[in-house]
């Protein structure tokens, strides 16, 4: 089986939280989260490996994560904002490296209202 | 730092060829990979340039130049089906950088 992802919807209000959940491909321990939007396209959020962050982008606290011993992970927003709506994806490979073949999952697309 | 450009949309025909161009303004990176991703889809992977020059699956070649810091994503025979967006991107210290997209048009 593929990258999965839950939920695939998700309507929130400002001000409110949200946890997105990933579970990687079996045997995949990088877990990786994206961030899509229209106008600044795929942006990197934050690495996983060994429940350990390796990586992390530039997004402000509100945005965090964690990974468990399973390699699942999952990631949340706190205090949403409008600007956060956006399609949500990981992405896992078996061990962080140089060739980057990533595997994303279908993502989870979320409204801030 | 870092960024890497393309052009915001391609239109090409049905069984033509299209090069989707990636130039990029960042040194120390590893390879350069292409993905593609259909409207409502996740990007999938296409291709994976870790040395200069051409790389070559099926209808899709991928080319990369670091001397001249240019890449391009090159598409044969094309299809329907091929309609989608593209992106290069990098893995520059371990954080895998992309370009916010190319969307390929194709006319029947």
């Known amino acids: 089986t593929g990258v999965t992802q839950s939920p695939t919807h998700l309507i929130k209000t400002r001000g409110q939280q949200v946890t997105l959940s990933c579970s990687p491909i079996?045997?995949?321990?990088?877990v990786s989260w994206y961030q899509q939007t229209p106008g600044q396209g795929l942006q990197f959020l934050f690495e996983?490996?060994?429940?350990?962050?390796?990586n992390k982008g530039n997004f402000p606290g509100r945005f965090s994560g964690r990974q468990f011993s399973n390699s699942r992970s999952e990631m949340n927003v706190s205090t949403l904002e409008l600007g956060d709506s956006a399609l949500y994806l990981c992405?896992?490979?078996?061990?962080?490296?140089?060739?980057?073949?990533?595997?994303f999952g279908p993502g989870t697309r979320l409204t801030v209202l | 730092g870092q960024s890497l450009e393309q052009p915001s949309e391609v239109t090409a025909v049905e069984g033509a060829i299209v090069q989707i161009n990636c130039t990029y303004q960042?040194?120390?990176?590893?390879?350069l990979s292409w993905y593609q991703q259909h409207d409502g889809g996740a990007p999938t992977f296409l291709s994976y340039n870790g040395l200069d020059g051409l790389e070559e699956t099926g209808r899709f070649s991928s080319f990369l130049s670091r001397s001249d810091s240019y890449g391009y994503l090159l598409l044969q025979e094309l299809q329907m089906k091929d309609s989608a967006s593209y992106f290069c991107a990098v893995n520059r210290d371990d954080k895998i950088i992309f370009g916010k997209g190319t969307r390929l048009h194709i006319l029947p």
């Open positions: 992405a896992t490979r078996s061990f962080p490296g140089v060739r980057d073949t990533q595997y």
């Open positions: 996983y490996f060994s429940e350990t962050q390796r």
């Open positions: 079996s045997g995949h321990r990088s």
């Open positions: 960042t040194s120390g990176f590893y390879g």
